[in-house]
């Protein structure tokens, strides 16, 4: 399941709790209009377990699509970065790290070894190791962002639990946000900043241009 289908599952279910919330609500309400003091709690007691069990089996439901999607997601990630090197390659990334490079050899290298994973992230170490920074998806980039995504997705489901619909609702809109950044950032190409801030600033700039014009 894609991050932008559990995002709907999600919020499914958090609409259908909130909704059999809103019944054990007025459920509570005839009781308390029709049972005399002496029975109001046993069946309060009987309404409220009726409706919680319908409720945590909707959550059960959701917390395992969710911890799937995370989780292939995360596997996804790390699979990216799985990939090989030839001696060839590595004896050049070698003699790149011993040689400081400037900020425009960082940039030509980048471009060379775009679609090779592995190096980008060895790009990456040299950069830092030289006092600049990668912007773009970065193995710790992409991780970072997919962790808010996956906080995000935690709150919704504490959400349906505890029966908080104005927390579930910010917590859905956040979700939906970050996962479009965090799709952007897929997608975003790798550059060469003066340093960590630089780099943050110019990730999340591209990513917020990117999500305006959707």
């Known amino acids: 399941m894609s991050l ?3 995002v709907l599952d999600l919020a499914s279910a958090y609409d259908k709790a909130a909704n059999l919330n809103a019944e054990l609500d007025k459920e509570i309400q005839t009781n308390h209009k029709t049972y005399t003091t002496e029975y109001v709690q046993a ?14 089996s909707i959550y059960d439901d959701a917390a395992a699509s969710f911890d799937a999607a995370i989780k292939a997601e995360k596997q996804a990630v790390a699979s990216g ?5 030839t001696a060839d390659t590595a004896a050049e990334l070698d003699q790149v790290g011993k040689t400081k490079p400037t900020m425009a050899e ?7 070894f775009k679609d090779n994973q592995l190096a980008l992230r060895r ?9 600049y920074a990668i912007a773009g ?6 991780t970072t962002q997919l962790a808010i995504v996956e906080n995000d997705g935690k709150s919704v489901l504490s959400s349906i639990q505890t029966a908080q619909p104005v927390y579930g609702k910010i917590a859905l809109n956040l979700m939906t946000d970050h996962v479009i950044r965090l799709k952007k ?3 975003a190409p790798f550059t060469v900043a003066q340093d960590a801030i630089s780099a943050s600033v110019a ?12």
Do not use: C, H, W
């Open 4 to 6: 932008d289908s559990i």
């Open 43 to 56: 069946a309060d007691t009987a309404t409220t377990d009726k409706f919680k069990q319908q409720i945590t």
């Open 81 to 85: 970065f799985a990939s090989t090197i």
């Open 106 to 112: 960082m940039r030509v290298y980048l471009d060379k």
């Open 123 to 131: 790009l990456t170490a040299i950069a830092e190791e030289n006092g």
């Open 137 to 142: 998806p970065t193995f710790e980039a992409l």
């Open 185 to 187: 950032l897929q997608e």
């Open 203 to 214: 990730s999340n700039t591209a990513a917020n241009q990117q999500t305006t014009e959707n």
